[in-house]
């Protein structure tokens, strides 16, 4: 035996083991794993400006920079459901809704009124959606995803109701609209006020996220509803803050919409959920619930928002960027739920 251990190399008292994986590719591998989505968007610039020149000038930059501003608003309250172990499809539903009335409100009430109840009318739709799940006992994501959807067609159908069936315009006013215009083409400085309002809606959420008892509490419900329970969280809140904000900050979204393409429509909503989840999921909150940034739902709509950018600016049609981001969505929750296994 031992001249056959000493033929084959090793030592007679110790079993052959497999080579472990050595420090630099655990380094890579590590690396690729937590910043994918920056990897993701370095390629697809550096592949679009080399295909296409014009995806670098100035104007394409700040178009790009406007166009991030209601998505990520979206995106943002949207982490927050899915953290807490929900999703909310109502998003399309409540930026029609919000979008027609606040837009009817310029002209016979002004301008602040109108933002005001606007947003008020937002956090009244989430909190609706709070009160359903919680009065039916809907606690799984399945559960919560056919209600909200169903909500989704009702803010449709008032919005359909409340407008006609017409597209409202800006240049239909008389009133002045001067808020609404600096919110949708303004400029504070390099920046457009859009995305300054992004950034300070960025800051409050962290904080709220990662230094309040409330936001920990949120990533408790999601992780473990029956542990999060015993240790004494009140579930019912976490979900109420979580719906209302949603809410809220879809709003915020539905507003910086409509001021920036300065019309309003009881469609304008169309998608948004889709890619709000696609943007939630692609920057690493896992559809399970518990764990999630703000942060990294930031990189998720700067990759969904340039792919649209670089697929129009190539002439890709509408239907198969659709198609593109459906296949993307599919990929982030196939390879979230391998992570997770």
Same mark, same amino acid.
């Given at each position: ?11 007679? $008292? ?30 697809? *610039? ?25 998505? +990520? +608003? ?25 979008? *027609? ?50 909500? $989704? ?14 597209? +409202? ?63 004494? *969280? ?108």
């Amino acid at each position: 035996m031992a001249e056959m251990n000493s033929v084959l190399g090793a030592p007679a $008292s110790k079993a052959i083991k497999p080579d472990a994986p050595k420090p630099g590719l655990k380094m890579v591998a590590t690396f690729l794993k937590e910043y994918l989505v920056l990897i993701m968007i370095a390629l697809l *610039v550096a592949i679009t400006a080399a295909v296409e020149p014009k995806f670098m000038d100035p104007a394409n930059l700040i178009n790009i920079e406007r166009q991030l501003g209601p998505l +990520m +608003m979206v995106s943002l309250g949207m982490t927050f459901v899915i953290i807490g172990g929900f999703i909310d499809l109502s998003v399309a539903g409540t930026i029609n809704l919000v979008a *027609v009335v606040t837009i009817s409100l310029i002209q016979p009430l002004g301008q602040g009124p109108a933002l005001l109840l606007g947003l008020a009318l937002g956090v009244v739709c989430g909190a609706l959606n709070a009160v359903l799940i919680l009065t039916s006992g809907a606690v799984t994501q399945a559960e919560a995803l056919f209600l909200t959807f169903g909500m $989704s067609t009702v803010y449709s159908a008032i919005a359909l109701l409340y407008s006609h069936g017409s597209t +409202m315009h800006f240049w239909d006013m008389s009133a002045s609209k001067t808020m609404f215009e600096t919110i949708g083409s303004g400029n504070l400085g390099p920046f457009s006020v859009s995305f300054v309002i992004f950034l300070v809606c960025l800051a409050l959420l962290w904080v709220f996220q990662e230094k309040t008892v409330e936001g920990r509490f949120i990533r408790l419900t999601g992780g473990n509803k029956t542990a999060a329970r015993l240790a004494g *969280v009140n579930i019912a809140r976490s979900i109420a803050i979580i719906y209302t904000l949603c809410g809220f900050m879809t709003a915020v979204g539905a507003i910086v919409l409509f001021s920036r393409i300065t019309t309003a429509a009881p469609t304008i909503g169309l998608g948004f959920e889709t890619n709000a989840i696609l943007a939630v999921v692609v920057g690493g909150t896992t559809l399970l619930g518990g764990k999630g940034s703000v942060l990294r739902t930031v990189m998720g709509v700067l990759l969904v928002t340039l792919m649209s950018n670089c697929l129009d600016l190539i002439n890709v049609s509408t239907y198969l960027q659709v198609a593109v981001k459906g296949a993307i969505l599919v990929l982030a929750i196939w390879l979230d739920n391998r992570k997770q296994a």
